[in-house]
């Protein structure tokens, strides 16, 4: 049992670039968010959705988009890559449909933007 | 803006010994949560509390939620080696979910 998985795990993009980050849970969770994590900061939503087709702007929600493909899959796209971006990304997933309490989170993908 | 703090930054402790790391706010919480974070790796949710006065234990760890629902601790006793991590607090108010910088405890063999 994965449980909640990340890819890539790392990542250096130029200013300007565009990538998605992809994120996939397999346990038949209706919730999943992004947070990015910064020293100084805590963790902070990126985005939310509750199922499929569903997507909530969090805090930071500038500068990214996300799709929810299926109830597995959640996705976070950065269309043009700024340093302010550079971060560590985690996707997570929760039985629960509250935008505040996420239960598993992946082990995160560390992104550099130079 | 909700803030949580969280206390104390950083712990260094023998193995064996006890200790309690404190989530303070001056916001009230519908609910509070705590993680363990270890490096390169996710948090992991160990505990979620939601009645003021409330006390959950998980094995040696034992978290408190305060009569206000604005602050929270945990206390561990007999610290192990693999105790070791970044113990995050995450508040929930209004839909929404505050967290915490963390403590990063080091217990020394």
């Known amino acids: 049992n994965a449980g909640v998985t990340q890819t890539p795990k790392f990542q250096v993009l130029k200013t300007g670039q565009s990538m998605t980050l992809q994120c996939a849970q397999d346990m038949n969770h209706n919730s999943m968010y992004w947070y990015r994590q910064d020293p100084g900061m805590g963790l902070r939503l990126i985005y939310y959705?509750?199922?499929?087709?569903?997507?909530d702007k969090g805090e930071v929600p500038n500068g990214y988009n996300v799709s929810r493909l299926n109830k597995r899959e959640f996705s976070l796209r950065l269309e043009s890559a700024a340093p302010s971006q550079t971060s560590v990304y985690f996707c997570?997933?929760?039985?629960?449909?509250?935008?505040?309490?996420?239960?598993?989170f992946g082990d995160g993908t560390r992104l550099s933007i130079l | 803006t909700q803030l949580l703090e969280q206390s104390p930054q950083f712990l260094s402790i023998q193995e064996g010994e006890n200790l309690t790391v404190y989530c303070n706010s001056s916001s009230v919480f519908s609910s509070l949560q705590w993680y363990r974070q270890e490096p390169g790796e996710g948090p992991v949710l160990l505990v979620t509390v939601v009645t003021g006065g409330e006390v959950k234990k998980l094995k040696r760890l034992t978290f408190q939620f305060g009569d206000a629902r604005k602050d929270s601790s945990l206390h561990i006793t007999a610290a192990q080696t693999g105790d070791t991590g970044l113990y995050l607090c995450a508040g929930a108010s209004a839909g929404k979910s505050t967290f915490g910088d963390g403590t990063t405890l080091t217990v020394k063999p």
């Open positions: 997570a997933s929760s039985e629960e449909f509250r935008r505040t309490q996420p239960q598993h």
């Open positions: 959705s509750a199922s499929e087709g569903t997507t």
